[in-house]
């Protein structure tokens, strides 16, 4: 059961443009939306994360847009860069227990130059 | 300060054969989580320990692995009897506590084939 749904599964972005990676998700138990970058032959790193009780989070070029009523969050790259160029996963997770990670299937981003 | 470590970073073995993957975490990070990547695809859940103990294995895909951590330190994922579809990246990840607040650092994983 796929409980954490992501598009698009590649993305192709010029350099200086925006790149928007979705995410929705089913359980509405979950209320902590991370995103990791991953770069090949790296384990993922932590980009940013969102908490429901916002509906937007900002770190740098990286935002993070989320809807509660549609179960959705995206991840906005403003001014993306050819360093961007990697896989990034969302994740979702819910408090009360422990923090176990339910990923997205990935997106591959490339930024051109 | 050093990060999640992995050994080995890669395994090629034969069908049927057991391996060990060890985990090194962060010091001081009391939680400790396995997750499976197979090629183009998100990371499964596998298992996670809070010190010594292994509070949820619902991700282990089979009996055939199992996992243990101990002096709640370095961990070791087993395979037995390794089969085709085995084959994935594995990756472990500690963070300080169990709260989901504490961000999960990820070591650069263990890419296992099994031939």
């Known amino acids: 059961q796929q409980q954490v749904k992501q598009s698009p599964q590649s993305l192709i972005v010029q350099k200086g443009g925006i790149s928007i990676i979705n995410c929705a998700y089913e359980n509405t138990a979950f209320d902590y939306f991370p995103w990791y970058q991953q770069f090949p032959g790296k384990g993922p790193a932590l980009l940013i994360a969102?908490?429901?009780?916002?509906s937007e989070k900002k770190e740098g070029r990286f935002t993070i847009s989320f809807n509660k009523s549609a179960k959705q969050f995206s991840l906005h790259i403003m001014d993306s860069q050819p360093g961007d160029s990697a896989t990034y996963f969302c994740?979702?997770?819910?408090?009360?227990?422990?923090?176990?990670?339910?990923f997205g299937a990935g997106t591959r981003l490339a930024v051109h130059p | 300060g050093a990060g999640v470590s992995q050994s080995p970073s890669n395994k090629v073995t034969e069908k049927g054969k057991d391996v060990e993957l060890r985990c090194d975490p962060i010091s001081g990070h009391t939680a400790l989580y396995w997750y499976r990547q197979s090629l183009g695809q998100g990371l499964e859940f596998l298992i996670y320990f809070q010190g010594n103990s292994a509070p949820d294995k619902s991700g282990l895909p089979s009996d055939r692995f199992s996992a243990e951590r101990t002096g709640g330190s370095v961990s070791t994922l087993t395979i037995q009897r390794t089969q085709q579809e085995d084959s994935a990246v594995y990756l472990c990840?500690?963070?300080?506590?169990?709260?989901?607040?504490?961000?999960?650092?990820f070591g650069d994983g263990t890419r296992l084939s099994i031939l």
């Open positions: 969102i908490r429901p009780d916002v």
């Open positions: 994740a979702a997770s819910k408090t009360g227990g422990y923090n176990k990670l339910i």
């Open positions: 990840a500690s963070s300080l506590q169990d709260r989901v607040n504490q961000p999960q650092h």
